[in-house]
């Protein structure tokens, strides 16, 4: 039971290039989410997706595309990076059953530089 | 809208003493309420949270936290820190009403002094 998994935990590319980020899960979680964390901004919500089939806007949605490619799987891409994209970006999930008892889980994170 | 604040951005102790990071909150109705620490290079890891019940909730690793009400504060504490403790901290909040997403402080960096 690996929990929330990312790839890569590393990248570097330069303004212009575009790239995946992947995110799975093994939890049979319903909900789904990305976020970044920047230095002193705390964690801001990019994208989510409630269930199988369905993505939302979070907070800071814009320069991003997501896909739940599947209920294991959620992707972010950037499709031209800008340096403002530099960050620490995170996956979580959460069974969202409608129980209290749903706790939201991390991933390990993906450090991106954009040069 | 929800929102948290965490008012320090640094709070600084020495081992064996209690500590408290502090949190308070704005939601419409009753919240639930959550710490996640992290380590160094790492992702959150979920710490305790509020849902119902009593006010005061323990957590992993001798950590506890206070729901208060009436000042909208749940401010998480530890009687004795130690200096494994030293990580950041986030206090997240969520509405009960359907599945929406937590909302993030912005941390507050806890570190504790041998």
């Known amino acids: 039971n690996a929990g929330v998994t990312q790839t890569p935990k590393f990248q570097v590319l330069k303004t212009g290039q575009s790239m995946t980020l992947q995110c799975a899960q093994d939890?049979?979680?319903?909900?789904m989410y990305w976020y970044r964390q920047d230095p002193g901004m705390g964690l801001r919500l990019i994208y989510y997706s409630a269930s199988e089939g369905t993505t939302d806007k979070g907070e800071v949605p814009n320069g991003y595309n997501v896909s739940r490619l599947n209920k294991r799987e959620f992707s972010l891409r950037l499709e031209s990076a800008a340096p403002s994209q530099t960050s620490v970006y995170f996956c979580?999930?959460?069974?969202?059953?409608?129980?209290?008892?749903?706790?939201?889980?991390f991933g390990p994170g993906t450090r991106l530089t954009v040069l | 809208a929800q929102s948290v604040a965490q008012p320090e951005d640094q709070v600084n102790v020495a081992e064996g003493n209690p500590l408290t990071v502090k949190c308070t909150y704005s939601?419409?109705?009753?919240?639930?309420l959550f710490w996640y620490v992290q380590y160094p290079n790492r992702g959150l890891q979920f710490l305790l949270k509020y849902i119902t019940g009593d006010n005061l909730v323990k957590g992993s690793y001798g950590f506890e936290a206070e729901f208060n009400k009436s000042q909208t504060s749940f401010h998480l504490k530890k009687p004795s820190a130690l200096v494994s403790d030293s990580a950041l901290y986030f206090c997240a909040v969520r509405d009960r009403r359907g599945n929406t997403p937590l909302v993030f402080g912005k941390g507050t960096r806890l570190s504790v002094i041998a």
């Open positions: 979580a999930s959460i069974r969202a059953s409608g129980s209290s008892l749903d706790t939201q889980y």
């Open positions: 939601v419409s109705g009753n919240p639930y």
């Open positions: 939890m049979n979680h319903n909900s």
